[in-house]
Every structure is written in structure tokens, then in C-alpha cells.
């Protein structure tokens, strides 16, 4: 017997109920956000990801599923949605729509990750990346997508928390003074840091060891060197932000996991378990051979959506539901039942029939177990009678009607 591999995990039965409705969610409010979808391939160049999400982040460094196709071109699996978004961006000139252009994509995303506790190394992301922007306003309105949908899902305890990286000016001043802090704790620091303290020490910042987590505790804040524009930025985003009614709390620590982002990094926080995580990223365009374009987004796991839905609403039930069952008896009966329950099902009406030839008994057992709401059994009787039994399977209560009625009745029954 052959395994599904480590970090992967099949869907289906009410967990895949539940991952639909969701969806669903996420595309109506996309709808009403005026948020369009893109399908980009499960694969890119790698260089794109390279480029994209950058050298030095853990992503690259040691994430990807790179492999090299038999052109000898080395291609990676999708390990966020972004790079891609913007690839499409550029390649199919949509900055020659209306501006802003915004897109969504629920997308598997893969991550050689070790793997644990809402860490896979296939998961799935809900993304959203508005392009064309380079106003506050924009900033607001990407965070309030996350805050709208997580509002409808019913999480509660979720807390958004944000900061702000400035612009790469901004930035290069606050990582010579954090290069200047960090260096006189090097050797605190894990072999990892101590190579990203060089090429980026902003990455210490999200390093997940407790060593390193100790030594940037006392960092300075890089909210103390944003030059005046940064700062009114990130004010505008908050003042949005409090008029939208969505709370916030300030966190300087937080640079997120990409070496995109400018300005404004945002994440959505439930348990200690980071939901959702975004910001805008101004330069990632022209690093991806466009021209300058302002933009913001964010990804969010629907695995660890999932697992704090169930923290909070208990493990899924399922109770499955059928209208009809239509039950036969001898070979004329299951011939007649095959034909009468795919009208039905034309005429949208969840019927469902025995297609085991099984037992009478065994049937309704049957018609039980899938949550029909009404059974009817086909017999040599009833179609030469043309009369048949309408069984309410809850009550019990049977009414005797005319097998010409059976749809009118049934759908006036299950409209009530
Ligand atoms: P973390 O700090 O947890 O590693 P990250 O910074 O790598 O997260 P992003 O790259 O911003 O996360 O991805 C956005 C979201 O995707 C995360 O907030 C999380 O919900 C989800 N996510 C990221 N990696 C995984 C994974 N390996 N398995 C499941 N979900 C993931
Ligand atoms: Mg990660």
C-alpha cells in the first residue's frame, strides 16, 4: 500500500464540506470587494520565486521544490502566491486596465517545511494582491478583506497586528542601526542568523529560535526610524483603519516572512497561530521587470483557518441530507426507479435510488443512513396501481399519492 506523502493530506467527506463553504465565502466577498480571480500555474521559473520572495528568506533558502525539467530549466512549485500574481501582472499588460487591479486565488502552495501542527508542506492560500496603488487607502482596504472574512467565519480572539517597514531608504537606515545592535550579540545568535546578519539582518527579527528571539527583545524599533512620509503613511493606514472599525494593535517586530514588503506588514494573530499575513510591496513589480507599481496584499492558510474553527466550534459534524430515496422492488421496479430518479435530479431534486439491488429493508436502512427526507418504494403493485407510498422518514407518516404527482408534490414539500 502506497501513502500519501508527509505534509499532504486528502480532503474529503465533511472536512471538503466545510472547505467549500469557506471558498465560497472567500469568493462572494471577493465579489462584493470587486476582486477578480487568477489561476497561475502550480509551477514558475525559479528565478522568479528568487527574485520575488528573496535570497535570504527561509523561503528560498530552504523551502522550495526546485526541480529541473528535461529542458534543463529549473522550475519551482509554487511557494506563495504573490510572484506569480505580479508575473501575470506584468506579462499580460493589466496595468492598462482601471486601476487598481485587484486579484484573489485560493491556490496549493508547497513548502519543504519540517512539518507539525498547522505546518504542511502542501497547504492551501486565500490570497489577495491589489496593484496600481501606492495610497494608505489601499493598504485598508487589503487588510479589510482579511478582517471582513475572519468576522464572517465567526473567529473570534483573532487580533490584527501591524508595522511598518518603511521605504527602502527608511529600511537600509534601520538595518545598519539593528546590524549595530544585533552585532555586539553575534555569537547568541543561530548559524542561520549569523549569515543573514550580513546580506539582511532584518530577518534575525523573524527568526523562530528562542536564542535569537532573546537577543532581538531589546532591538530598536523600526518605527523609530521611518522618515516623515513612512510615518504619515502608516498614520493613514491606522486612521482608516479606526474609521472602518477594525482594531489593531502595533508591533514592531513583526517583518514578515518575504523580503518584499514595504511600509506597511500586517498579520492576523489567533492563539499564537499566525492566520493571515500581508503588506505592501512597492518594489516587487520593476524587480520583476515592470514598470514602478505600488501594491499590497496577503495570504491567508485555510488549513490553520480550519484548525482554529474547530478550536473554537468543536470537530465537524456531518449530517448529510437527500431529498428523496426512491427504493425499488423486483427487476421492473429497479428499472422504473433508475429513470424516475434521474428526472428528478434534472429537475434538481437531490433523489438518489438503489443501484446494489439490495433488499426492501436493506434499502431504507440505506435511505436512513444518507439523510433522505422522503422514500418511496417501487414495486409490481404500485406501477400497476400507479399509487405509491410517500414515507416522511423523520415522523414515520405515510400518505398515499399518485406516482404521476410525486415531483409536484415533492417539490412543493421541499420548498416548505
Ligand atoms: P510562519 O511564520 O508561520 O512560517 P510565514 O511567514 O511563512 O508563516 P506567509 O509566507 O506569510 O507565512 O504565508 C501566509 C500564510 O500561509 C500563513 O499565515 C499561514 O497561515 C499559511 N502558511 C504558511 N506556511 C504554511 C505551512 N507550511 N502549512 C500551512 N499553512 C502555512
Ligand atoms: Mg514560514
Known amino acids: ?203 534575525v527579527l523573524d527568526c523562530k529560535e528562542e536564542s535569537c528571539q532573546a537577543v532581538i527583545a531589546d532591538a530598536p524599533s523600526v518605527l523609530d526610524c521611518l522618515d516623515e512620509e513612512c510615518t504619515a503613511h502608516f498614520q493613514k493606514v491606522q486612521d482608516i483603519l479606526t474609521e472602518m472599525g477594525i482594531p489593531f494593535t502595533i508591533d514592531p517586530k513583526i517583518v514578515r516572512g518575504l523580503d518584499y514588503y514595504t511600509r506597511t506588514v500586517f498579520e492576523f494573530v489567533s492563539d499564537g497561530l499566525t492566520v493571515c499575513g500581508g503588506g505592501r510591496y512597492d518594489m516587487l513589480v520593476e524587480e520583476c521587470g515592470g514598470k514602478p507599481t505600488g501594491a499590497v496584499g496577503f495570504g491567508l492558510g485555510i488549513e490553520r483557518l480550519m484548525m482554529i474553527l474547530e478550536k473554537q466550534n468543536g470537530a465537524l459534524v456531518d449530517n448529510p441530507q437527500r431529498d428523496v430515496y426512491i427504493g425499488s422492488m423486483g427487476e421492473t421496479g429497479l428499472l422504473k426507479a433508475q429513470g424516475l430518479t434521474l428526472a428528478l435530479r434534472k429537475d434538481g431534486i437531490r433523489a438518489d435510488c438503489d443501484t446494489v439491488e439490495r433488499s426492501v429493508k436493506a434499502q431504507m436502512k440505506y435511505a436512513n443512513k444518507i439523510g433522505a427526507k422522503y422514500a418511496v418504494i417501487l414495486g409490481e403493485s404500485e406501477l400497476e396501481s400507479g399509487q405509491v407510498e410517500l414515507k416522511e422518514m423523520e415522523t414515520g407518516e405515510k400518505e398515499q399519492i399518485a406516482l404521476q404527482d410525486l415531483q409536484t408534490i415533492l417539490e412543493s414539500k421541499l420548498k416548505a
Not at 53 to 59: F, K, P, S, Y
Not at 98 to 122: D, H, M, V, W
Not at 186 to 197: A, Q, S, V, W
Open 1 to 203: 500500500m502506497i501513502q500519501l506523502v508527509k505534509g499532504t493530506k486528502d480532503i474529503y467527506g465533511v472536512e471538503v464540506k466545510a472547505w467549500q463553504k469557506i471558498e465560497e465565502k472567500m469568493r462572494r466577498i471577493c465579489e462584493t470587494f470587486g476582486i477578480g480571480e487568477i489561476r497561475t500555474p502550480a509551477f514558475e521559473f525559479t528565478e522568479l520565486f528568487v527574485r520575488g520572495v528573496g535570497e535570504t528568506t527561509d523561503i528560498v533558502q530552504k523551502e522550495m521544490y526546485t526541480f529541473t525539467d528535461d529542458g534543463d530549466r529549473s522550475l519551482t512549485l509554487r511557494p506563495e502566491g504573490t510572484a506569480g500574481a505580479v508575473r501575470a501582472y506584468i506579462e499580460h499588460g493589466m496595468h492598462n486596465q482601471a486601476q487598481p487591479t485587484k486579484l484573489y486565488y485560493i491556490s496549493p502552495t508547497f513548502r519543504c517545511e519540517n512539518t507539525q501542527a498547522g505546518r504542511q508542506r502542501q497547504f492551501h492560500q486565500f490570497g489577495v494582491e491589489m496593484l496600481g496603488s501606492y495610497s494608505a487607502a489601499q493598504d485598508a482596504e487589503a487588510i479589510s478583506v482579511a478582517a471582513t472574512l475572519l468576522k464572517e467565519m465567526g473567529v473570534h480572539g483573532v487580533e490584527l497586528r501591524m508595522n511598518s517597514l518603511g521605504c527602502p531608504e527608511c529600511r537600509s537606515r534601520y538595518n545598519k542601526e539593528l546590524r549595530h545592535f544585533i552585532g555586539a550579540n553575534l555569537d547568541k545568535l543561530c548559524p542561520t542568523c549569523k549569515e543573514r546578519f550580513e546580506k539582511n539582518p532584518l530577518r
